[in-house]
T-cell receptor, first 115, second 111 residues
Framework: GAVVSQHPSRVICKSGTSVKIECRSL??????MFWYRQFPKQSLMLMAT?????????EQGVEKDKFLINHASLTLSTLTVTSAHPEDSSFYIC???????????FGAGTRLSVL | TQLLEQSPQFLSIQEGENLTVYCNSS?????LQWYRQEPGEGPVLLVT?????EVKKLKRLTFQFGDARKDSSLHITAAQPGDTGLYLC???????????FGTGTRLKVLA
């Protein structure tokens, strides 16, 4: 099956620093990737759609300057949480669409803890 | 705004019991996915249903897509502790490849 790798799996950082999370599709090309945020014991909330070679599309209420998304190749999208604060602590999950198919394959998630 | 409501929100049952999880919406979806997620991990796809009235079976799991493609159900027969997890339904947003996730059902199967 399709594999999506997300790195790092866990990160602890100080308030005010920036954190970059990578999402890679290992065995397929993905023109579209998605970034989700999940609070404890809750469902996934879509933050943004990452499009290869163009700007990301952010969901309502998500600050694009806070959560920078870059999709520079067909296999890699990155999410940078800029000037992180404790309220940004959460579980961030990416997914990738195999080109031409309406199935999302998910990464294992990144747990961000901001002190 | 499309919403997918799942019920029940929480379920704790004994091993061997049967259960059904529901996923309901007022919107029509061209396809609907069911995922299971374990703590600290990403969701794992269980099944995709695309045709109204479709029934799919995956070992002890039976998935059904409503005739009007607005709702779905997941039935587990003879639940096992390994079935414990967060079950999520997700519908595609008008063919945009964006998913709308359900509110989730947290299942705990006790040995």
């Amino acid at each position: 099956g399709a594999v999506v790798s997300q790195h790092p799996s866990r990160v602890i950082c100080k308030s005010g620093t920036s954190v970059k999370i990578e999402c890679r599709s290992l065995d397929f090309q993905a023109t579209t990737m998605f970034w989700y945020r999940q609070f404890p014991k809750q469902s996934l909330m879509l933050m943004a759609t990452s499009n290869e070679g163009s700007k990301a599309t952010y969901e309502q209420g998500v600050e694009k300057d806070k959560f920078l998304i870059n999709h520079a190749s067909l296999t890699l999208s990155t999410l940078t949480v800029t000037s992180a604060h404790p309220e940004d602590s959460s579980f961030y999950i990416c997914s990738a669409n195999r080109e031409g198919k309406n199935i999302q394959y998910f990464g294992a998630g990144t747990r961000l803890s901001v002190l | 705004t499309q919403l997918l409501e799942q019920s029940p929100q929480f379920l704790s049952i004994q091993e061997g019991e049967n259960l059904t999880v529901y996923c309901n919406s007022s919107s029509v979806f061209s396809s609907l996915q069911w995922y299971r997620q374990e703590p600290g991990e990403g969701p794992v796809l269980l099944v995709t249903v695309v045709t109204g009235g479709e029934v799919k079976k995956l070992k002890r799991l039976t998935f059904q897509f409503g005739d009007a493609r607005k709702d779905s159900s997941l039935h587990i027969t003879a639940a096992q502790p390994g079935d414990t997890g967060l079950y999520l339904c997700a519908g595609d947003d008008s063919g945009t490849y964006k998913y709308i996730f359900g509110t989730g059902t947290r299942l705990k199967v006790l040995a």
